[in-house]
T-cell receptor
Framework: GENVEQHPSTLSVQEGDSAVIKCTYS??????FPWYKQELGKRPQLIID?????GEKKDQRIAVTLNKTAKHFSLHITETQPEDSAVYFC?????????????FGTGTQLKVEL | NAGVTQTPKFQVLKTGQSMTLQCAQD?????MSWYRQDPGMGLRLIHY???????DQGEVPNGYNVSRSTTEDFPLRLLSAAPSQTSVYFC?????????????FGPGTRLTVT
């Protein structure tokens, strides 16, 4: 089955700096890569996702890049703010008519310091 | 829309007891799934369903049963609770066709088995 590795497990940045979180996946058939943000005690919420036919996607301060050849994808957050502090999870799945089975990474605890 | 709802929010069980975690969604999503979240391990898929009457196992199915008699509901049954099943359980749902594949998560159930 799919295996997703995520690094780093913790990341501390100064407010206004950029943060980068990296993930690798094992199954070359995976074609959907979402990123979720989870605040303490809350449910995971989608912040951005990318399909395998796209190399990069941006939404305001958040961007995701995908390298299919190397089987890795990254989350980039620019101009970080204290409210960006949370745990971020990457995931991978093979989208089919049979559903959307996500395999998650182990998470990155991001702390944005004032 | 209420989105994805879960009950109860908290539950304490004794070893050997059984119980059912409830999950419902009002978005007419075909795909529903159950994850457990343990510290340092991300979210792991327990069981999933691609439609009423169709279920399948995920990564960690042992000790859990599911059924899907309607599109809206996807209960998770713990047959004989064990301390290793202490975790936070999330239900999620998504479409399986079209262009949007976001999985929407419920608020979670925090289960403690003593």
């Amino acid at each position: 089955g799919e295996n997703v590795e995520q690094h780093p497990s913790t990341l501390s940045v100064q407010e206004g700096d950029s943060a980068v979180i990296k993930c690798t996946y094992s199954d070359s058939a995976s074609n959907y890569f979402p990123w979720y943000k989870q605040e303490l005690g809350k449910r995971p919420q989608l912040i951005i996702d990318i399909r395998s036919n796209v190399g990069e996607k941006k939404d305001q301060r958040i961007a995701v890049t995908l390298n299919k050849t190397a089987k890795h994808f990254s989350l980039h957050i620019t101009e970080t703010q204290p409210e960006d502090s949370a745990v971020y999870f990457c995931a991978a799945s093979i989208l089919t008519g049979g559903g959307n089975k996500l395999t998650f990474g182990t998470g990155t605890q991001l702390k944005v310091e004032l | 829309n209420a989105g994805v709802t879960q009950t109860p929010k908290f539950q304490v069980l004794k070893t050997g007891q059984s119980m059912t975690l409830q999950c419902a969604q009002d978005m007419n999503h075909e795909y529903m799934s159950w994850y457990r979240q343990d510290p340092g391990m991300g979210l792991r898929l327990i069981h999933y369903s691609v439609g009423a009457g169709i279920t399948d196992q995920g990564e960690v199915p042992n000790g859990y049963n599911v059924s899907r008699s309607t599109t809206e509901d996807f209960p998770l049954r713990l047959l004989s609770a064990a301390p290793s099943q202490t975790s936070v359980y999330f239900c999620a749902s998504s479409r399986t066709s079209g262009r949007a594949y976001e999985q929407y998560f419920g608020p979670g159930t925090r289960l403690t088995v003593t």
